[in-house]
């Protein structure tokens, strides 16, 4: 068996959890009572979070672009195939939507973001307000939508493992 | 003849000299502002960017003074796009489902000088209620651009739960005073 390369491992696995935690810490600070002790540091995390997903997947996007990024053969039926790769081709749609309408909206007010009282994220430009709650609607139902494909993602490795007993996810450990 | 045609002059003009004023948007003469309790440790203040209205007077019979504003609730602005972004969703103003917020008078009881207190309908979140405002007349005359303009500055306080406002900020931040500046140029 040819596992894939290190790097594309632990860039799979810090993706998986950044993402994980992006989406749990997202859908639960919407919900936090005002005086909840995490009103302000859970959002910070979030966005502090969200810019190492962003610096993760700009590497992986250079990576994948200059060939670095290996493909391994899979052991699969072409439909699974072609299902497998519209799914992860749609994992780099989503995550750089979100991180995009993720980092406007934080900067929406043109003024750059100071996360931990040191990291300044610069702001590109202001928005309106409507632009903003449009922006918000695509980075929420992005999200869950996002989900649905880690879903398949994931329903496709646990098939792989248990039912057809290949090495697909034994590849990416 | 002559006695004729003065009394037809008469019947023809109308009895008040009621006159019509269209808030100065252009020039950005006119405010819808509120300030809020933070916890109980301060104020915070914001304003509606886009609204639009008129009111007349007459000043033979001010108690017919009347006003009618509508308010873009979209246009909430408190300097902070996240918070904005926040008392935009329907945990306070609800603006996709009530774009509108609206003020229509209904009588005008005059005090001295031109002030008073108006009352009228306040909607605001779909919910209406009847609510009184402090009516300060500031000034009224010839601008220097050939127009009339006539100025006024309202107050009032709106309990948020009244407007069935979702979440409550704590007992603290449950009374929002509203100013409402204008200035009306004579049509």
Redesign the interface.
């Given at each position: 068996m040819q596992k894939y390369t290190l790097t594309t491992r632990i860039i799979h696995w810090l993706s998986a959890l950044l993402i994980f935690f992006m989406f749990i810490s997202g859908w639960y600070m919407v919900e936090l009572d005002?005086?909840s002790p995490w009103y302000n540091r859970l959002?910070e995390l979030h966005y502090a979070f969200g810019m190492a997903l962003m610096f993760v997947w700009f590497i992986k996007i250079i990576r994948l672009l200059t060939g670095t990024q290996k493909k391994l053969p899979p052991p699969v039926k072409p439909f699974e195939r072609i299902l497998s790769q519209l799914t992860q081709f749609l994992f780099y749609v989503f995550v750089v939507t979100l991180v995009i309408t993720g980092y406007l909206?934080?900067t929406?007010?043109g003024q750059s973001k100071i996360l931990f009282k040191s990291i300044n994220l610069p702001a590109f430009t202001q928005?309106s307000?409507?632009v903003?709650?449009t922006m918000?609607w695509v980075h929420e139902y992005g999200a869950y939508i996002l989900m649905v494909f880690v879903a398949l993602h994931v329903i496709g490795a646990v098939k792989h493992h248990f039912i057809d007993k290949d090495d697909t996810l034994k590849r990416i450990l | 003849m002559k006695k004729l045609f003065i009394l037809l002059l008469f019947a023809l003009t109308p009895l008040a000299q009621s006159a019509d004023y269209d808030l100065d948007i252009k020039g950005s003469h006119a405010f819808v502002q509120f300030k809020i309790q933070h916890l109980g440790f301060s104020w915070l203040y914001g304003r509606f960017d886009t609204f639009d209205g008129s009111f007349s007077y007459d000043e033979n019979a001010p108690e017919k003074a009347s006003i009618e504003m509508t308010v873009q609730t979209n246009s909430v602005n408190s300097n902070h796009a996240e918070r904005d972004k926040h008392l935009r969703s329907d945990d306070f103003l609800n603006v996709a489902a009530h774009p509108t917020a609206k003020f229509v008078s209904t009588s005008f009881t005059p005090t001295s000088d031109g002030h008073g207190t108006m009352t009228g309908n306040l909607t605001i979140n779909g919910v209406t209620n009847e609510v009184n405002l402090d009516v300060e007349f500031v000034g009224a005359g010839d601008d220097p651009w050939g127009g009339h303009r006539r100025g006024y500055e309202a107050t009032t306080e709106i309990n948020l739960s009244d407007y069935k406002i979702k979440r409550s900020l704590g007992p603290d931040a449950e009374k929002l005073y509203l100013t409402v500046s204008v200035e009306g140029v004579k049509k």
């Open positions: 005002y005086y959002p909206m934080m929406a007010d928005f307000g409507p903003v709650d918000g | -």
